[in-house]
Each structure stands twice: as structure tokens, then as C-alpha cells.
């Protein structure tokens, strides 16, 4: 069957003149899925170049592909997972260049907040970019550290990300060891989020896959963001991340703050070169 559609797709390609081809998407052949409507779009080469992971395929600029300090941290957040389980070069890319940002102007007091951290990929990623083992706020990450994902009727079932979870606190603990800012913080959200220091906070990185969970952290933590803190909420776009989605827009709208659904953005304006279809989206506070 799949190769009668390859043969397909090739004689359809000589007739018409051009010459087609059939991308795997997540390492999964379009056979493959359940799906049985698809929209086949047309990417010529002379656009541009075709990024295709993690639900985004789209021929405009990516760059940061080239970048070998890019590289390298994508390089360490994989060895988290034990290799290259899933290519999130454009979530990673927007997530270092906000953490980027929120270091800019930082002061000693304020401090960074990951609610959902698992084995750490953004974390590392982060880390090993922007130099963690050097002078830098102090950095908690906030998770149960457990390998089990439980739904909203507090039943554990399979993750679909299995390769992101931990169930070992200590060896994230090993790992962010040589790190001196990075705090491990274990316990199930939001009741553990008492023990974090009642500080300012500048960046709040938030990916638990648990709706509830996120509304109950946002809640909390609210009051103690700073006019300009970043929040990157992972899931936002996502297949299966609607009841997040929800979360994330009532928070924008009770905030008075509007999503950035955008890619690319300086200072205090939002410069829109395009919008794209990423998981993840952007929260900025804007200065008062
Ligand atoms: C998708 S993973 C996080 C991935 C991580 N941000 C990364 O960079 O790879 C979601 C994490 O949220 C944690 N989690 C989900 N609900 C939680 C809760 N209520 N309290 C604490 N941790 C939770 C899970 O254990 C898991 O480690």
C-alpha cells in the first residue's frame, strides 16, 4: 500500500512535471496516522529551505539552525533524553532567546521558575546557552519528578512524551549539580509551590500537561511577576493541549495582556515577521 502510493504520487509528479516529495513528520511516515483527510501543501525549495518538526512545517528563515551555540546546547538538552527522541529546535530556539531577554536586565532578587521540568531538556538547554555557571539568578525547577502521567480523574496512564519524565529526582539533582543558581524543587503543583522563595519573579517557563495544574500555579504566582517577566507556556498550539490552551487565554485575558503568537519580537514592540503554527507561545508582561 505505502509503496503503491509512493509509485502514485511519482507518476502523478512526472504528469504534472514536478517532481514530489513525501516528508515523515516526527519521524512518522503520513501512513502511518489514523488520519484519513490530509492537506497536502505545496513547499517549493525556492521559498526556502523546509523546516518540518514538531507540528510546524514551514519555509521561512530558521537560521538558528546554523548557529553552533544553538547546536551545542540542542546538542546537551537531547543528551537529557537520551538522544534526539523529538527535533523541538523551534520551541528551544524561542525559549533561549526570551530567557535571552529576562537576563538582560535582571536584578539580584528576581528569579527564574520552571513549573514541569522532568529530565531537564529545556532546562540544560538554558543552562549550557546562557552560561548557568557563571554569575545568574537562581533558577527553580519545580516538578514531581515522577515517571507517571496522571490524568484529571487521577489515574496514571502512559505519557506520550514518556522520554521527557523522570522518576529520579536525584540524578536531575546530579545533573544540575555543577550549576550553583539551579535549584531542584520535588513535589506535586500547587501545593509545593509554598517552598519556593517569595521572590520576584522574571521568567516562568510553564509545561506540566495538566490544565488544572497550570491554572492553580498562574494563580499563584501571579502577584509575584514582575512588569516585563516572560512566561512561555509550552503547550499552548498543540494537538491535545485545548483544556491548556483555555487556561492560557483566560490568564492573558484576567492579566490584561495579550498572547504573542508570533516568532520574532525586540524591546518593549512586537516586531511580527510571521505568524507560525508552534506549540509554544509567548506571555509578555509589558513594562508599566
Ligand atoms: C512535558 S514534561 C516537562 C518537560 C520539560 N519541560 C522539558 O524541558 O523536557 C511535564 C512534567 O510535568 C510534571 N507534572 C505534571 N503535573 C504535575 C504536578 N501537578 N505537579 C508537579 N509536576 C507535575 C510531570 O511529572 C513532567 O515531568
Request: net charge neutral; with cysteine.
Amino acid at each position: 500500500m505505502r509503496y503503491l502510493f509512493k509509485y502514485l504520487v511519482l507518476v502523478i509528479g512526472l504528469v504534472i512535471g514536478r517532481r514530489i516529495n513525501i516528508l515523515k513528520h516526527n519521524g512518522v511516515s503520513m501512513l502511518r496516522y489514523p488520519e484519513i483527510n490530509w492537506s497536502l501543501v505545496p513547499f517549493p525549495s525556492q521559498k526556502g529551505k523546509v523546516y518540518n518538526a514538531d507540528n510546524l512545517a514551514t519555509v521561512n528563515r530558521h537560521v538558528f539552525l546554523d548557529c553552533p551555540k544553538f547546536l551545542s546546547a540542542k546538542k546537551v538538552a537531547e543528551g537529557r533524553w537520551g538522544g534526539a527522541a523529538r527535533d523541538v529546535s523551534w520551541r528551544l530556539n524561542i525559549i533561549l532567546w526570551a530567557t535571552g531577554r529576562a537576563l538582560e536586565n535582571i536584578n539580584t532578587e528576581e528569579i527564574f521558575v520552571e513549573c514541569g521540568t522532568g529530565k531537564g531538556y529545556m532546562a540544560a538547554a538554558i543552562a549550557e546557552y546562557h552560561d548557568f555557571k557563571s554569575n545568574r539568578p537562581n533558577f527553580y525547577l519545580v516538578d514531581n519528578y515522577s515517571s507517571e502521567l496522571i490524568n484529571p480523574h487521577g489515574v496514571a496512564i502512559p505519557s506520550p512524551a514518556s522520554f521527557a519524565y523522570s522518576g529520579d529526582v536525584n540524578e536531575v539533582k546530579e545533573y544540575f549539580k555543577s550549576y550553583p543558581s539551579i535549584k531542584i524543587i520535588k513535589g506535586q503543583i500547587p501545593e509545593i509551590l509554598e517552598q519556593l522563595p517569595d521572590k520576584p519573579i522574571a521568567l516562568l517557563h510553564i509545561d506540566l500537561n495538566n490544565a488544572h495544574a497550570e491554572r492553580e500555579a498562574l494563580n499563584i504566582l501571579r502577584g509575584r511577576l514582575i512588569s516585563g517577566a516572560i512566561i512561555i507556556f509550552d503547550d499552548y498550539g498543540g494537538h491535545g493541549g485545548q483544556e491548556q490552551a483555555m487556561v492560557h487565554e483566560n490568564f492573558a485575558v484576567e492579566s490584561g495582556k495579550e498572547l504573542a503568537n508570533i516568532t520574532d519580537w525586540s524591546g518593549d514592540y512586537y516586531l511580527v515577521t510571521q505568524v507560525q503554527k508552534s506549540n509554544l507561545r509567548v506571555l509578555i508582561f509589558s513594562k508599566s
